[in-house]
């Protein structure tokens, strides 16, 4: 048991010493990020900056949102009206008065075209499928492994 728990606080440990979290800085109200030390890794320079899901963190820059990996680069660069977070690979994204689905890396997995989109049921992500809303209805639409 004791070197079950030694293993399980060693991977704790392991996982919490690469996670940045996000910080505000009240000197040029701006958000940066810092690793769990307290070593600044992002330069406050975000609008907002949020927490980590999926191995990204949105942000917003001049009233615009995109994202950062954990490395703190601009993996997708700020251009959505707003975002969501990853779940099962994708992140729902609002662009204009649309919306639609993004991967990890920015690639529109199904483009702004709908009314509505979201993806709180994270199952149906992992299974290929989304909420989206045309026509004044909400529906699930399969997409293609991404």
Known sequence: ???????????????????????????????????????????????LAYTFDEERAAVRLNGKYGYVDQKGKEIIAPKYDNTWKFIGGLAAVKLGDKYGFIDKNGREVVPPIYENG?????????????????????????????
Do not use: R
Request: charged share 20%.
């Open 1 to 47: 048991m004791k070197i079950f728990l030694l293993i399980f606080m060693l991977l704790c440990g392991t996982l919490l010493k690469g996670q940045m979290v996000p910080f505000y800085s009240a000197a040029n109200d701006k958000y940066g990020y810092k690793d769990a030390k307290g070593v600044v890794i992002v330069a406050p320079k975000y609008d």
């Open 118 to 146: 979201y993806n709180y049921h994270g199952a149906c992500c992992y299974k290929g499928q989304i909420h989206v809303k045309e026509n004044g209805k909400w529906k699930i639409i399969k997409i293609a492994k991404f």
